[in-house]
């Protein structure tokens, strides 16, 4: 049985910085495309970086330059390390991976605000 569970999300103020991290079972990570999406309400869940097997990495155009998506192997874990958060980053983040299927966490919630 393959999960995913979140972690790192909170409150934050514009400017300021988060790390999320996604731990594995089931699932080795540094193997298998890993992602993370998230979801405002009243929005569609939108792909916000991706992590191939092979080490390529993919990223929204509204998180260029200021999120980073890594794994560490030992850790079995995926993280994001969001800077210089804005309001509109605000959502639920979820972590995404393919093993044999596609499985989701169950999200973590990231609230920027002044």
């Known amino acids: 049985q393959v999960y995913l569970r979140e972690s790192g999300g909170g409150l934050v103020q514009p400017g300021e910085s988060l790390r999320l991290s996604c731990a594995g079972s089931?699932?080795?990570?540094?193997?298998?495309?890993m992602a993370w999406y998230r979801q405002a309400p009243g929005n569609q869940r939108e792909l916000v970086a991706n992590?191939?097997?092979?080490?390529?990495?993919n990223y929204a155009d509204s998180v260029k330059g200021r999120f980073t998506i890594s794994r560490d192997h030992a850790r079995n874990t995926v993280y994001l390390q969001m800077n210089n958060l804005k309001p509109e980053d605000t959502a639920v983040y979820y972590c995404n991976g393919y093993w044999k299927s596609n499985f989701w966490g169950r999200g973590t919630q990231v609230t920027v605000s002044s």
């Open positions: 089931g699932i080795i990570v540094s193997r298998t495309t």
């Open positions: 992590v191939t097997g092979g080490g390529s990495t």
